[in-house]
């Protein structure tokens, strides 16, 4: 006995089988079959359910983030773009009307920059500077906005 457990000491260990083995392999009877096993290459049954789950774990919250952004980007897009649907929007069509709803928001901004430069030219070939009449009009608003804010005051006291 003693013979085979010198013998066991310098034998090599089995090529295929996975290092990590002895921490998750509670069947070992002995700290020589620890040893033996140190430096295993196939993971043992319960390191792949370990694995597996810790795999599972991650793929379940990155599921978890997708359909959160999902359900975030439902919330902003206007709610008459699902109008006329008896249930909920599936991912998909959430995610094709927010390109949708996202190109028109594009091609709307492009319509009003075009329509704001406009009004600024035609200003200006009226002799009128369209960052002065910008101020001006903040200034009118600031003061319209102050003398109701005085008014009210007066009226509750």
Same mark, same amino acid.
């Given at each position: 006995?003693q ?17 990590l083995?002895?921490l998750?392999?509670f069947?070992?009877?002995s700290?020589?079959?620890?040893q033996e096993d140190?430096?295993?290459?196939s993971?043992a ?6 694995k ?7 793929e ?26 008896s249930? &909920?929007?599936?991912?998909a069509?959430i995610?094709r009307k ?7 928001? &594009? ?24 960052v ?10 600031? &003061?319209?906005?102050q ?6 005051s007066?009226? &509750?006291?």
């Amino acid at each position: 006995q003693q013979q085979q457990h010198q013998a066991a000491l310098f034998q090599q260990p089995p090529p295929q089988q996975h290092h990590l083995q002895n921490l998750f392999d509670f069947k070992q009877e002995s700290p020589l079959s620890a040893q033996e096993d140190s430096s295993d290459v196939s993971p043992a049954p319960l390191e792949k359910t370990a694995k597996k789950q810790s795999h599972n774990l991650i793929e379940r919250r990155y599921r978890e983030s997708i359909n959160g952004q999902i359900t975030g980007l439902r919330d902003v897009l206007p709610s008459s773009l699902f109008e006329g649907r008896s249930k &909920q929007p599936n991912k998909a069509l959430i995610l094709r009307k927010g390109v949708e709803y996202i190109r028109h928001l &594009q091609r709307r901004n492009t319509e009003l920059q075009s329509e704001n430069k406009r009004f600024r030219d035609l200003l200006t070939s009226v002799g009128i500077d369209p960052v002065s009449l910008l101020e001006r009009s903040h200034d009118f608003i600031s &003061q319209a906005q102050q003398t109701q804010s005085q008014s009210q005051s007066q009226s &509750q006291s």
